[in-house]
């Protein structure tokens, strides 16, 4: 039995790329437009996961009215908290905190942000809601989760063993879907990266 879950990122939001974990940012237009785009010709799915961030639950809503779907909103896969960084972009970082910028890129697993969230925590927070994920599914069917760059790379390294000091190397656009199948073979699942990119043909 084939389980596939499509990850799928929010669009941009108000306010354009900048450290943005738990500020609750809508969609702007073009975010709007991108998230339509690339869910354009996909699914069916059974059901809809989502972030309560407004940047992925906003359109996780309209999606499952339109199609008819069941919603889950699930706490546990908001983006990482970035402390004092929220709201900012990394040039005002730079020109503000450019050492304590320069060790996060260098090393994000010893270096958290001022008052933000461990990058350790966060694996285990979004792996957790992952393992449950996957205690709840049906052997079989089709799942879309809306949810954060972040999310989506944390479960690209736990899925393919990419290490986590590598975790900025996965690019995670806005509006970029990435599938993932999940066969069971008696009761161990197995979890392969199926498809990976901005727009899925």
Known sequence: MTVSIDLLRHGEPIGGPRYRGRTDDPLNGRGWLQMHRAVSGLGPWQRIHSSPLHRCRDFAERL?????????????????????????????????DA????????????????????LTDFRERIIDAWQQLL???????????????????????????????????????????????????????NTRLAAHGSLLP
């Not at 975790?167 to 656009?173: D, N």
């Open 99 to 118: 050492e304590a910028l320069g060790d996060f890129w260098r090393d994000p697993v010893s270096h958290t942000p001022h008052g933000g969230e461990a």
């Open 64 to 96: 499952a009215r339109h199609q008819g779907l069941p919603l889950q909103v699930d706490a546990q896969m908001t983006e990482i908290d970035f402390g004092r960084w929220e709201g900012l972009t990394a040039a005002q970082l730079i020109r503000h």
């Open 135 to 189: 205690h709840d599914l049906p052997q079989d069917g089709h799942l879309l989760m809306i949810s954060h760059g972040g999310a989506i790379r944390i479960l690209l390294h736990h899925i393919l063993g990419i290490p986590l000091l590598k975790l900025q190397q996965i690019e995670v656009p806005y509006g970029c879907l990435s599938r993932i199948h999940i066969d069971w073979h008696g009761s161990e699942p």
